[in-house]
């Protein structure tokens, strides 16, 4: 059974910053690219980053572009956002998924699996 499990959500200040983790269970972990996304209240879910199986290449939405960081350790199973500058605009609930198709990771539909989600809210 595959899990993907994030955590590290929280309240934070504006300008501050949270590392997000997703730990994943049940797959062969290195054979997927790993990618996170967001969904605030209100409003559809948007693509924030992905990360290919080695590590080796990243992509970022313009929003989060210079501030957020996606790394992964593929002997722990675990991806990871690093989130600096934090703004009131990043709240959300993050979600981890795992797709096997890197070029098109900036759409959901290319995604396998899921996490249920961590909670974000950056305060003003």
């Known amino acids: 059974q595959v899990q993907l499990v994030e955590s590290g959500g929280g309240l934070v200040q504006t300008g501050g910053s949270l590392r997000l983790s997703c730990a994943a269970s049940?797959?062969?972990?290195?054979?997927?690219?790993m990618g996170w996304f967001r969904q605030a209240p209100g409003k559809e879910r948007e693509f924030v980053a992905v990360i290919t199986r080695s590590g080796a290449y990243t992509n970022y939405a313009r929003s989060v572009k210079g501030r957020f960081t996606i790394s992964r350790d593929n002997a722990k199973n675990t991806v990871f956002l690093q989130m600096n500058s934090l703004k009131p605009e990043d709240t959300a609930d993050y979600y981890c998924?795992?797709?096997?198709?890197?070029?098109?990771?900036?759409?959901?539909?290319?995604?396998?699996?899921w996490g249920q989600g961590t909670q974000v809210t950056v305060s003003s």
């Open positions: 998924g795992a797709s096997r198709d890197y070029y098109s990771a900036e759409h959901q539909r290319t995604y396998n699996y």
């Open positions: 049940g797959l062969p972990f290195s054979s997927y690219c």
